[in-house]
C-alpha cells in the first residue's frame, strides 16, 4: 500500500471555490500529448470583491486516436504523439482483461490509457503538494485533463527553468530548491520520473515542478529508484554545466533511502 502523507496542507488563499464561472483566454503551451490553457474563474458572488478573478491552467490531453477534424474542433493545434507507456504502467493496477487490452493496443485499451494518464497526473499533484513539494495547486479533474494553478502573472506565463536566463547565483539557488522539492517528494514515495529543465517553471525566485502524468508510486512500482535516478542524471548535468556543484550519486543515495524506506 503507499505510505501515507500529510494532507492537511491548505488550498491557495487565492482559490475561489465557490459560485463562479469559467472562460478560455487564450493557449500556454502547445505539446506532444497535451496543450495548457489560461483560464479565468470569476466569482459569481458580489460580496467577495477581494477574489473576483483567478488565473488558471487548464492541460488538456489530445486524443490518442483522433479522427478526421477532431483535434482542430477541440482547440488543439497539433497531431498526436504519445511516448512508450510500460514501464509506468506497473502502478496502474489493471485487471487481467483492461491489462490485455492496454497491451494490445486495442480501442478498449486506449480509452483506458486516454482516462489514466490525467487521472494519475492529478492525483500525483496531490500527493506532491501534500508532501510539500513546489508544484502546482491541482484545483480538479476535468473530462480532459485537469485544472491547476497558473503560475505567472496577468501579463505574462512563467517561463521554463531552460528558458529564464538565471545567474550562477540564481541556478545555484533554482538546485537548492529542486532538491528540497525532490526529498519531499520522496519522502511521499512519489517520482516524477520525467524530469528535466523543460518541465519545471522559474517564477520571481521560485522554482516549481510540472508534468506529473508520468509519475509514479514507489510502493506499486519496482522501477522507481531507477527512474529517480534517471531523473537526476538529466537535471543534474544541465545545472553542473552551469557552474552548480552537483554529485548526483549522492544524491541518489540519500533520496532513495527516503523512496524505499
Given at each position: 500500500?503507499?505510505?501515507?502523507?500529510?494532507?492537511?496542507?491548505?488550498?491557495?488563499?487565492?482559490?475561489?471555490?465557490?459560485?463562479?464561472?469559467?472562460?478560455?483566454?487564450?493557449?500556454?503551451?502547445?505539446?506532444?500529448?497535451?496543450?495548457?490553457?489560461?483560464?479565468?474563474?470569476?466569482?459569481?458572488?458580489?460580496?467577495?470583491?477581494?477574489?473576483?478573478?483567478?488565473?488558471?491552467?487548464?492541460?488538456?490531453?489530445?486524443?490518442?486516436?483522433?479522427?478526421?477534424?477532431?483535434?482542430?474542433?477541440?482547440?488543439?493545434?497539433?497531431?498526436?504523439?504519445?511516448?512508450?507507456?510500460?514501464?509506468?504502467?506497473?502502478?496502474?493496477?489493471?485487471?487481467?482483461?483492461?491489462?490485455?487490452?492496454?497491451?494490445?493496443?486495442?480501442?478498449?485499451?486506449?480509452?483506458?490509457?486516454?482516462?489514466?494518464?490525467?487521472?494519475?497526473?492529478?492525483?500525483?499533484l496531490r500527493r506532491a503538494w501534500n508532501a510539500g513539494a513546489s508544484?502546482?495547486?491541482?484545483?480538479?479533474?476535468?473530462?480532459?485533463?485537469?485544472?491547476?494553478?497558473?503560475?505567472?502573472?496577468?501579463?505574462?506565463?512563467?517561463?521554463?527553468?531552460?528558458?529564464?536566463?538565471?545567474?550562477?547565483?540564481?541556478?545555484?539557488?533554482?538546485?537548492?530548491?529542486?532538491?528540497?522539492?525532490?526529498?519531499?517528494?520522496?519522502?511521499?514515495?512519489?517520482?516524477?520520473?520525467?524530469?528535466?529543465?523543460?518541465?519545471?517553471?522559474?517564477?520571481?525566485?521560485?522554482?516549481?515542478?510540472?508534468?506529473?502524468?508520468?509519475?509514479?508510486?514507489?510502493?506499486?512500482?519496482?522501477?522507481?529508484?531507477?527512474?529517480?535516478?534517471?531523473?537526476?542524471?538529466?537535471?543534474?548535468?544541465?545545472?553542473?554545466?552551469?557552474?552548480?556543484?552537483?554529485?548526483?550519486?549522492?544524491?541518489?543515495?540519500?533520496?532513495?533511502?527516503?523512496?524505499?524506506?
Open positions: 500500500m503507499p505510505r501515507s502523507v500529510s494532507t492537511d496542507r491548505p488550498a491557495p488563499a487565492w482559490l475561489i471555490v465557490e459560485s463562479f464561472e469559467e472562460r478560455q483566454v487564450g493557449v500556454l503551451k502547445s505539446g506532444k500529448e497535451a496543450e495548457v490553457f489560461l483560464v479565468e474563474r470569476r466569482s459569481l458572488d458580489g460580496a467577495a470583491a477581494e477574489h473576483a478573478t483567478c488565473l488558471l491552467a487548464h492541460k488538456r490531453f489530445r486524443p490518442r486516436h483522433p479522427g478526421i477534424g477532431e483535434l482542430r474542433q477541440l482547440g488543439f493545434s497539433k497531431g498526436t504523439i504519445y511516448r512508450h507507456d510500460a514501464v509506468y504502467r506497473q502502478g496502474w493496477n489493471l485487471n487481467a482483461r483492461d491489462r490485455r487490452a492496454v497491451q494490445g493496443r486495442t480501442s478498449h485499451g486506449q480509452g483506458i490509457r486516454a482516462r489514466i494518464w490525467p487521472a494519475n497526473e492529478l492525483a500525483m508544484v502546482p495547486y491541482p484545483v480538479d479533474r476535468t473530462d480532459d485533463g485537469v485544472l491547476m494553478e497558473y503560475i505567472g502573472s496577468a501579463t505574462q506565463a512563467a517561463p521554463r527553468l531552460v528558458d529564464a536566463r538565471l545567474d550562477r547565483n540564481a541556478v545555484a539557488g533554482a538546485w537548492s530548491q529542486l532538491l528540497d522539492s525532490l526529498r519531499r517528494m520522496a519522502r511521499g514515495g512519489i517520482v516524477h520520473a520525467d524530469l528535466s529543465v523543460y518541465n519545471m517553471l522559474w517564477w520571481e525566485g521560485r522554482l516549481v515542478l510540472i508534468d506529473f502524468p508520468q509519475a509514479v508510486d514507489a510502493a506499486e512500482n519496482a522501477e522507481a529508484a531507477d527512474l529517480l535516478h534517471r531523473d537526476l542524471v538529466n537535471v543534474g548535468t544541465w545545472f553542473g554545466r552551469r557552474g552548480v556543484e552537483v554529485d548526483v550519486e549522492k544524491v541518489f543515495a540519500d533520496l532513495v533511502t527516503d523512496l524505499l524506506l
